[in-house]
């Protein structure tokens, strides 16, 4: 985290993204503007996968001074440099999108429920 290099700081406006191939979080939004106030930023994106089951997550990148990271998205886990509360339709769509994904991670566990998996058992069995 480093104090961005622009003329003026700190950020406050209106900016586009880059948003990576694959992005959820981003779908439909992919060339909206986004609300941002902020001094500093993550410059530089350093990620080591060290378990191998664990994929990379997804970064997106905007731009005032120098580039920096605009959010990082790993599955339902989600982080945004921007207000999306306060970037209108499109943060609105966003906010639908992380919704929508914690909705699509729930599903299985709902399924096996109603196909007569046990859901709220204790250790010995009572509901």
């Known amino acids: 985290m480093e104090l961005l290099p622009a003329d003026v700081v ?3 406006g209106w900016n586009t993204v880059s948003v990576p191939e694959g992005s959820k979080l981003f779908a439909g939004v992919e060339d909206e503007r986004f609300y941002f106030v902020h001094s500093y930023g993550v410059q530089e994106w350093d990620f080591d996968v060290i378990q191998p089951r664990m994929t990379a997550p997804l970064v997106t990148w905007s731009e005032h001074g120098a580039p920096f ?3 990082v998205e790993n599955g339902p886990l989600c982080a ?7 970037s209108g339709d499109a943060g609105a769509h966003l906010l639908r999108n992380w919704v929508q ?11 096996a429920t109603a ?5 709220d058992t204790t250790l010995d069995g009572t509901a």
């Open 10 to 12: 700190p950020h406050m």
């Open 101 to 111: 994904g914690l909705r699509d991670r729930s599903r299985p566990a709902e399924s």
């Open 80 to 86: 945004t440099q921007f207000h999306p509360e306060k």
């Open 69 to 71: 990271i605009a959010a």
């Open 115 to 119: 196909a007569g998996a046990p859901s």
